[in-house]
């Protein structure tokens, strides 16, 4: 006996709360989408993500452990800094050559590609800038083998794009081993565009062959923290409250009212607390000499006659990271060191 047949055939529509669902989970999975993470790892090597994986991911110094690959005052007893990491690579060819495909962490522009391996000691390198969150940053790959045939100044890539084949070019005595291969990968702000200018004063005997996209006028941040962060906040992470973040080593008042970081990275500025014009900064810098808070000050904060007064040290920060040498005791007091003075220079010139 065959079964009654229905008057009425079954909807083709699913329940009107179904579809809701359906709608609902396609517009999160698009607003997802549109805030996607903006800093991506620069190789295949994610091990960094994995429940003790940091060894499988970083590449220490010969000899040494796999944390003084990592960002920060991690080699030389603290004393010297990393500013970037050194990542492991994944695939070699037959001669045991490193071969992973560097990728772009984010869509952005090429600035700046040395294939002159021998004026760095980042061998081949490229400098990619992109916009996040309103913020100009700054990526940049080291040691590698090639960078990918065509590529030039100026040209747009996109995140997880292939931009270069990863190698050991270095102008250092020591050759990175094949054992050590690795991208060394920053992220950074950028100081200052008249850095050739602080160069020529500072350095009146030295040749600057890579202009203002010398290592020195890009100061770091730690992408370890940021590709973590980007982990757990997801479409939550912001640049700039990841920056206004950073721990205070020291705050400096310089009497200066127009310099390029000024311009560039206004929102690291704060409200003029007093009224009256601006007379110059309060400037708080981390470890690493990023100046990531400017307190606007007027004429009446001004007492002497110095460009520059170290106003306060956090002495637990200095004991934890003090490789940069931006500050250092006298007697009972705190100064700014020779290496503080410089960054000072190169920040307001
Ligand atoms: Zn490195």
Not at 26 to 48: E, K, M, R, S, V
Not at 153 to 175: D, F, K, L, P
Not at 248 to 260: A, G, I, M, Q
């Amino acid at each position: 006996m065959s079964p009654p047949k229905s008057r009425n055939p079954p909807s083709c529509k699913p329940p009107r709360s179904a579809v809701k669902r359906l709608v609902s989970a396609a517009l999160w999975c698009l607003a997802i989408a549109l805030h996607a993470q903006p800093f991506g790892f620069p190789t295949a090597n994610h091990a960094l993500l994995e429940p003790g994986g940091e060894p499988r991911f970083f590449v220490g110094t010969t000899g040494k452990p796999y944390t003084t690959g990592m960002f920060g005052c991690v080699r030389s007893g603290g004393w010297q800094v990393h500013e970037g990491l050194d990542i492991k690579c994944l695939q070699r060819d037959r001669h045991g050559e490193p071969t992973d495909p560097v990728l772009a962490t984010d869509d952005g522009v090429v600035m700046y590609i040395n294939t002159r391996p021998s004026l760095s000691n980042y061998g081949n390198y490229i400098v990619l800038r992109h916009m996040v969150d309103g913020i100009e940053v700054y990526s940049l790959y080291a040691h590698l083998f090639e960078p990918r045939p065509g590529l030039h100044s100026g040209q747009a890539v996109h995140r997880g794009e292939q931009i270069a084949v990863m190698g050991r070019t270095s102008n250092t005595r020591e050759r990175i081993s094949k054992e050590r291969a690795h991208v060394h990968f920053e992220l950074n702000l950028f100081y200052n565009e008249h850095f050739p200018a602080f160069f020529r004063r500072r350095y009146p005997n030295e040749h600057d062959d890579h202009g203002i996209w010398n290592g020195q006028n890009l100061v770091g941040f730690d992408p370890r923290e940021v590709l973590l962060e980007e982990r757990d906040l997801g479409p939550r992470f912001n640049l700039l409250d990841f920056l206004r973040r950073r721990v205070e080593l020291c705050r400096v008042r310089v009497r200066k009212t127009d310099f390029p970081w000024v311009r560039r990275y206004p929102m690291l500025v704060q409200p003029l607390p007093t009224a009256g014009p601006v007379a110059g900064y309060d400037i708080s810098f981390d470890f690493n000499g990023l100046p990531f808070a400017l307190i606007p000050r007027t004429a009446a904060d001004f007492k002497g006659a110095a460009r520059y007064e170290l106003l306060s040290v956090n002495e637990a920060e200095y004991t934890k990271n003090p490789g940069r040498r931006l500050v250092h005791r006298r007697g009972a007091s705190w100064e700014l060191a020779p290496h503080g003075l410089e960054l000072l220079e190169l920040l307001t010139e």
